[in-house]
């Protein structure tokens, strides 16, 4: 039997494990008058809390999606931009690489957008999961990003389906960031955040098919200005958040302050893998 969200756990069973579901650009201030029910279960089961993207980070993705990623800010990390030269990933690699590499366990991500999954743009930022899973946009254009996403969703239910040990995922959806830069954050963003969840709801019906007690972590990177874009220090652009439920989150109950460093070390904690010291991680579990 498969839980979401139950009893909570002292520490990690050998059961154990955890998906991460990234959403790019959704602004916090519009969920709720949004129809997101499987967004909304994962919140009533764990929490939904806001997260403030800090001073030293540009309201970008390339920094954000490393930050969480990695657990370590851009300090030690050295992603400043959607261009990731210049990065600190052989010290500061992300979890589902250092999952694999390290703890002997079996990882996988899958997403759309180039320098998260590929060697372009100075990346890939997950160099090394046991399975990786890139789908190229046919367009860029808010259709054919929802058409990756779709596609991404799909491989990443296949991957779930797979009869192997699976113990950490990330997935990318990235429709919702793109079509606030085209559109800004009217009523076709408002959809594609609803696409979005309904997305969410097939990677929960996967994760459900499988044996296991799961930790599931919903996070986006930043928000957007009304008429969209990003990069600046509005409210509206530094305001991320994160949701998430799994053995030992009881409802409700979440440290008062969140950052995006905290999703890495999280996952190790949902995994019981003990930080080594020398990982240096900045962020810590979502509970104390």
């Known amino acids: 039997m498969t839980t979401l969200a139950t009893a909570p756990s002292p520490r990690a069973a050998d059961t154990d494990r955890v998906l991460v579901v ?79 590499a390290d703890c002997g366990r079996r990882t996988f991500a899958v997403g759309g957008w180039e320098p998260l999954f590929l060697a372009r743009q100075g990346g890939p930022l997950f160099t090394a999961p046991t399975r990786l899973g890139y789908v190229a946009p046919g367009a860029d254009t808010p259709e054919g990003w929802e058409e990756v996403d779709d596609l991404v969703t799909a491989e990443a239910e296949h991957l779930l389906g797979l009869d192997e040990e699976l113990h950490a995922g990330f997935v990318y959806l990235g429709a919702v960031d793109e079509t606030a830069h085209f559109l800004g954050c009217g009523p076709e963003y ?29 996070v986006t990177d930043h928000g957007h200005r009304d008429e969209g874009g990003h990069g600046g220090r509005s409210p509206e652009e530094r305001t991320a958040w994160i949701a998430a439920c799994g053995p030992g989150l009881s409802p409700g109950t979440v440290r008062p302050v969140l950052h995006h460093a905290d999703v890495a070390a999280h996952v190790y904690t949902a995994l019981g893998v003990l930080p080594d010291p020398h990982w240096t991680l900045d962020g810590a579990a979502f509970t104390v």
């Open 190 to 218: 408002r959809r594609a955040v609803e696409a979005a969840d309904r997305r969410l709801g097939r990677l929960l019906a996967a994760a459900r098919a499988r044996p296991g007690r799961w930790t599931v972590v919903v």
């Open 22 to 100: 990234g959403i790019d650009g959704v602004r916090l201030d519009l969920l709720p008058s949004l129809d997101t029910p499987h967004l909304d279960g994962v919140a009533r089961a764990g929490f939904l809390a806001p997260v403030e993207v800090d001073a030293a980070t540009p309201t970008m993705s390339g920094p954000c999606w490393t930050t969480i990623a990695t657990g370590v800010g851009v300090a030690k990390h050295g992603v400043w931009g959607n261009r990731l030269d210049g990065n600190r990933l052989d010290v500061f690699p992300d979890f589902t690489t250092r999952l694999a």
